[in-house]
């Protein structure tokens, strides 16, 4: 009966962190940190911890020489 009632929370402590960018004309407005379907608050990126989240999770274009041989 104890594990039955231990595994609810054993699923939640699962679900993952994400963040998602809020974009409006192409501008990053807003961050949310979601875990799995609930938000869990709303970051400024202008703040440090919202420039910190978008420098690790934005991409730059980069030239893949390789990419490029392998498509023609």
């Not at 104890?2 to 699923?11: G, L, R, V």
């Not at 875990?35 to 400024?44: A, F, N």
Request: hydrophobic share 35%; charged share 30%; net charge negative.
């Amino acid at each position: 009966m104890a594990e039955a009632e231990s595994a609810p929370a054993d699923n939640q402590n699962s679900e993952e962190i994400t963040y998602q960018a809020v974009e409006k004309d192409g501008v990053v407005t807003a961050i949310w940190e979601m875990k799995g379907r609930k938000h869990l608050r709303t970051i400024d990126p202008r703040s440090r911890q919202g420039r910190e989240i978008l420098n690790l999770y934005t991409t730059e274009e980069v030239d893949h020489p390789a990419s490029e041989a392998a498509a023609s």
